[in-house]
């Protein structure tokens, strides 16, 4: 079993529907959660991230952390054919060492005009 | 507009042969990460550098695979001998320091090279 779990999809919606996107983890020492937007083609780029359990917004995407489920979401608000991509959660503790990513496998997000 | 490049964007070769990707970090950036990406595994840490020494190599298949950082703007990945379970989409990526905390980097991705040995 991997350490971050992450549906594939894809995840298909309409525009303007709110995208909710998840990934659960097992290792309870983790405490830095972040979500990376990746085109296709391209290399994976930082949208937000979080530490230890909570709430963070910024425009249009909410990242939610609770440790106690270990399980993490992202969610995007009035989503944009412009979101179709994949969404990659990552994870870091200090057992693995700050800088060392745990990634899930990501979420291929589908944003019909 | 700095941004972490990297060379071949695209490689197909024989299995055997040696194959070398290089990394252009941002400038100023003192932390050089390199990843593997496949759809089955998803992106794996093979290696990382700060101030180009090698801070942790666990992810690298010892035998085969090799990383170095010449000098502050070149990294370096090699293969040799390259093998078909290679194939994949390797990542460089080059990190500042945040000043957050214990998260001291934000890793900016290269666009990545494209392997396929046959």
């Known amino acids: 079993q991997k350490e971050v779990e992450q549906d594939p999809g894809p995840l298909s919606v309409p525009e303007g529907a709110i995208v909710s996107l998840n990934c659960t983890y097992s290792?309870?020492?983790?405490?830095?959660f972040m979500w990376y937007r990746q085109y296709s083609r391209k290399g994976p780029e930082l949208l937000m991230y979080?530490?230890?359990?909570g709430n963070k917004e910024d425009g249009r995407f909410t990242a939610q952390v609770d440790k106690s489920s270990k399980y993490i979401s992202l969610f995007i608000r009035d989503s944009q054919p412009s979101d179709s991509a994949t969404y990659l959660c990552?994870?870091?503790?200090?057992?693995?060492?700050?800088?060392?990513?745990?990634f899930g496998t990501g979420t291929r997000l589908l944003v019909s005009p | 507009d700095a941004r972490v490049t990297q060379t071949p964007r695209h490689k197909v070769t024989e299995m055997g042969q040696e194959v070398t990707m290089r990394c252009q970090p941002i400038?100023?950036?003192?932390?050089v990460f390199w990843y593997r990406q496949t759809m089955m595994q998803g992106l794996e840490l093979l290696a990382y550098?700060?101030?180009?020494?090698?801070?942790?190599d666990s992810g690298m298949p010892k035998d085969r695979f090799s990383a170095e950082m010449p000098d502050a703007t070149l990294a370096t990945l090699k293969i040799q001998p390259s093998e078909p379970r290679d194939s994949a989409v390797y990542f460089c990526?080059?990190?500042?320091?945040?000043?957050?905390?214990?998260?001291?980097?934000?890793?900016?991705f290269g666009p990545g090279t494209r392997l396929t040995v046959l």
């Open positions: 550098f700060r101030n180009r020494a090698p801070l942790d």
């Open positions: 400038l100023g950036h003192n932390t």
């Open positions: 990552a994870m870091s503790g200090p057992n693995t060492g700050f800088q060392k990513l745990v």
């Open positions: 990526a080059s990190g500042s320091p945040s000043g957050q905390g214990p998260l001291r980097d934000t890793q900016y």
């Open positions: 290792n309870s020492a983790f405490q830095y």
């Open positions: 979080t530490y230890s359990s």
